[in-house]
């Protein structure tokens, strides 16, 4: 079954350990453009200057 044409989703996204799937967008050259799921630090001590 192809997934082309349908937007992907963390659904199907296994993050290693302290990590989230989250669904950023990319630049996009031909649409349907949607956001890609990547895997990121859920580390939440955010520091902001």
Same mark, same amino acid.
């Given at each position: #079954? $192809? #997934?082309? %044409?349908?937007?992907? $989703?963390?659904?199907?996204?296994?993050?290693?350990? %302290?990590e989230e799937c989250v669904l950023? /967008?990319?630049?996009? *050259?031909? &649409? &349907?453009?949607? &956001? *890609? &799921?990547?895997?990121? $630090?859920?580390? /939440? #001590?955010? #520091? /902001? %200057?």
């Amino acid at each position: #079954t $192809s #997934t082309y %044409g349908q937007a992907p $989703s963390c659904q199907d996204v296994t993050c290693n350990q %302290g990590e989230e799937c989250v669904l950023r /967008k990319v630049n996009c *050259f031909l &649409p &349907p453009c949607y &956001p *890609f &799921p990547i895997c990121e $630090s859920n580390n /939440k #001590t955010t #520091t /902001k %200057g």
